[in-house]
């Protein structure tokens, strides 16, 4: 079994920066791809980032790339997503997820409870 705990989330003035965690533990999460995706209310789950196990792929939407950055520190059994350049269209409860390389949301095994980003214009 594999748990996911978010934190890092809060409000931010556009323009500003956040940067989100997910520990993870279990006893195989660290052969897991991770991933972050983001749902606004009245939205459907979007993906937004995600990164290889050994973390030497990442693959970004088009919509944050250049602004997001995700990162994992497998020491810590830590992923990071560091949000610059916020907009309000960013606003959602961001999920981590672990399981399988992929953009899509459906293919992931494991998910965190989620951590809420305002952004205020």
């Known amino acids: 079994q594999v748990q996911l705990v978010e934190s890092g989330g809060g409000l931010v003035q556009a323009g500003g920066s956040l940067r989100l965690s997910c520990a993870a533990s279990?006893?195989?999460?660290?052969?897991?791809?991770m991933g972050w995706f983001r749902q606004a209310p009245g939205k459907e789950r979007e993906f937004v980032a995600t990164?290889?196990?050994?973390?030497?792929?990442?693959d970004y939407a088009d919509s944050v790339k250049g602004r997001f950055t995700i990162s994992r520190d497998t020491a810590k059994n830590t992923v990071y997503l560091q949000m610059n350049s916020l907009e309000p269209e960013d606003a959602a409860v961001y999920y981590c997820?672990?399981?399988?390389?992929?953009?899509?949301?459906?293919?992931?095994?494991?998910w965190g409870q989620g951590t809420q980003v305002t952004v205020s214009s």
């Open positions: 279990g006893r195989t999460v660290s052969r897991n791809a």
């Open positions: 990164i290889t196990w050994r973390g030497t792929i990442t």
């Open positions: 997820a672990a399981g399988p390389y992929s953009t899509s949301w459906s293919l992931y095994d494991y």
